[in-house]
């Protein structure tokens, strides 16, 4: 079987045809950080949000996103209990802590839920094996997938019953561990009962909350019975299923913030110098063998031809030049999941995105580049 001339042609300058490679790899790689950190981002910032076991939740109206919660009364969870189809209901209060590391001493801010030891609304690794502890007088529940500088609480807890530190100049104690992880809002978290959030915050008005978690009885319609707390709760609350609850945080994180913008206008950018890229490679062939073309024009070819052989090359560029693409960006992207403890990972979708966008940045040069040939004369070119 004969190689096709596409192939052929570009092959026939190495180097350039490398070059053209690296090119568009880069342009990859680029759209795969860009994309691979916003996706990130966003999923960091609803873990919290998959993890709660309730059907509806309650947040103020003034509230953005789950790190600028505004509180709201808490007689409104004791309410929603007067629906019939309401289980449970509960809260959770949300605030950030100045941390100090029990190793170094040095101080940085992380999150701390209080929630109801009696009726914890959170599905996380290790939080119910050690939800007993955090009924004790400041303990509190570390979450071991925090960034290092809130240092190596696993490992001390491995050697004692339990670590003593500060936060908000409250001598505190981490009796137990479990797994949340990191945010772009928080490099850190910890858990305990609302009694002893309350200790630690004294700023605080105990009888305001920051969420309220509703679940609901098993059959009971959702839309129902929120439309049912609708009737009976002021106006001072909002009220959202799950799915609604988070995407209530993405569109935060990706409208209200520069961040969505931001990582938009990098994968752009990928995208516009992958295409001038393969625009400038196949411009200098096109450009090099006009001779060749123009004898293929004289003795009867069509420019129908000429256009799916400048695609061929497109097509190959796209292909050869994604692989090594992606193949360092998923080291990359291990590289900075260890070192940010952020979800970062190369997904189905995303890797069909990117080569989507490449072989269309491909097909867009070539069409561009087509128009050196088009405009060639055989008789000229002689």
Same mark, same amino acid.
Request: hydrophobic share 45%.
């Given at each position: +079987?004969?190689?096709?001339?596409?192939?052929?042609?570009?092959?026939?300058?190495?180097?350039?045809?490398?070059?053209?490679?690296?090119?568009?790899?880069?342009?990859?790689?680029?759209?795969?950080?860009?994309?691979?950190?916003?996706?990130?981002?966003?999923?960091?910032?609803?873990?919290?949000?998959?993890?709660?076991?309730?059907?509806?939740?309650?947040?103020?109206?003034?509230?953005?996103?789950?790190?600028?919660?505004?509180?709201?009364?808490?007689?409104?969870?004791?309410?929603?209990?007067?629906?019939?189809?309401?289980?449970?209901? #509960?809260?959770?209060?949300?605030?950030?802590?100045?941390?100090?590391?029990?190793?170094?001493?040095?101080?940085?801010?992380?999150?701390?839920?209080?929630?109801?030891?009696?009726?914890?609304?959170?599905?996380?690794?290790?939080?119910?094996?050690?939800?007993?502890?955090?009924?004790?007088?400041?303990?509190?529940?570390? *979450?071991?997938?925090?960034?290092?500088?809130?240092?190596?609480?696993?490992?001390?807890?491995?050697?004692?019953? +339990?670590?003593? #530190?500060?936060?908000?100049?409250?001598?505190?104690?981490?009796?137990?561990?479990?797994?949340?992880?990191?945010?772009?809002?928080?490099?850190?978290?910890?858990? #305990?009962?609302?009694?002893?959030?309350?200790?630690?915050?004294?700023?605080?008005?105990?009888?305001?909350?920051?969420?309220?978690?509703?679940?609901?009885?098993?059959?009971?319609?959702?839309?129902?019975?929120?439309?049912?707390?609708?009737?009976?709760?002021?106006?001072?609350?909002?009220?959202?299923?799950?799915?609604?609850?988070?995407?209530?945080?993405?569109?935060?994180?990706?409208?209200?913030?520069?961040?969505?913008?931001?990582?938009?206008?990098?994968?752009?950018?990928?995208?516009?110098?992958?295409?001038?890229?393969?625009?400038?490679?196949?411009?200098?062939?096109?450009?090099?063998?006009?001779?060749?073309?123009? #004898?293929?024009?004289?003795?009867?070819?069509?420019?129908?031809?000429?256009?799916?052989?400048?695609?061929?090359?497109?097509?190959?560029?796209?292909?050869?030049?994604?692989?090594?693409?992606?193949?360092?960006? +998923?080291?990359?992207?291990?590289?900075?999941?260890?070192?940010?403890?952020?979800?970062?990972? +190369?997904?189905?979708?995303?890797?069909?995105?990117?080569?989507?966008?490449?072989?269309?940045?491909?097909?867009?040069?070539?069409?561009?580049?087509?128009?050196?040939?088009?405009?060639?004369?055989?008789? *000229?070119?002689?």
């Amino acid at each position: +079987m004969k190689a096709p001339l596409a192939w052929l042609q570009l092959k026939y300058e190495k180097i350039r045809f490398l070059v053209a490679l690296s090119g568009i790899a880069f342009a990859d790689l680029l759209m795969f950080v860009q994309l691979g950190f916003q996706d990130a981002l966003f999923e960091s910032n609803v873990k919290l949000h998959k993890s709660f076991d309730g059907d509806i939740f309650l947040v103020s109206p003034q509230s953005n996103a789950s790190v600028t919660m505004k509180p709201f009364a808490r007689r409104r969870i004791y309410q929603s209990l007067a629906i019939e189809g309401v289980q449970s209901a #509960t809260s959770v209060s949300l605030d950030f802590a100045i941390w100090k590391n029990p190793t170094n001493r040095r101080t940085r801010g992380l999150l701390v839920f209080g929630i109801n030891p009696s009726k914890n609304p959170l599905n996380l690794p290790g939080l119910t094996q050690n939800i007993e502890l955090i009924k004790q007088k400041d303990v509190y529940l570390f *979450d071991k997938m925090s960034r290092e500088e809130f240092g190596k609480i696993p490992q001390l807890l491995q050697n004692q019953e +339990m670590v003593t #530190t500060e936060m908000e100049e409250r001598r505190v104690k981490i009796g137990g561990l479990f797994s949340l992880g990191a945010s772009f809002a928080a490099d850190g978290n910890l858990i #305990t009962s609302d009694i002893n959030f309350h200790r630690l915050f004294t700023r605080r008005n105990p009888d305001l909350v920051d969420l309220g978690v509703i679940k609901l009885k098993q059959g009971v319609d959702l839309i129902s019975a929120k439309k049912a707390l609708r009737n009976i709760l002021p106006q001072d609350v909002i009220l959202f299923s799950q799915e609604e609850f988070i995407d209530f945080e993405r569109r935060y994180w990706q409208t209200s913030t520069a961040i969505g913008f931001i990582f938009a206008m990098g994968t752009g950018i990928g995208f516009i110098v992958g295409t001038l890229i393969v625009y400038q490679i196949l411009y200098t062939d096109i450009s090099e063998h006009l001779p060749e073309y123009a #004898t293929l024009k004289a003795i009867g070819y069509h420019n129908k031809y000429f256009i799916f052989v400048i695609f061929q090359e497109a097509m190959i560029l796209a292909i050869l030049g994604y692989i090594p693409g992606i193949s360092i960006t +998923m080291l990359l992207y291990s590289l900075a999941a260890n070192a940010t403890n952020l979800p970062i990972m +190369m997904t189905v979708n995303r890797a069909s995105l990117v080569l989507i966008l490449t072989i269309a940045m491909c097909c867009v040069s070539g069409l561009i580049s087509m128009r050196r040939l088009n405009s060639a004369d055989p008789a *000229d070119i002689f």
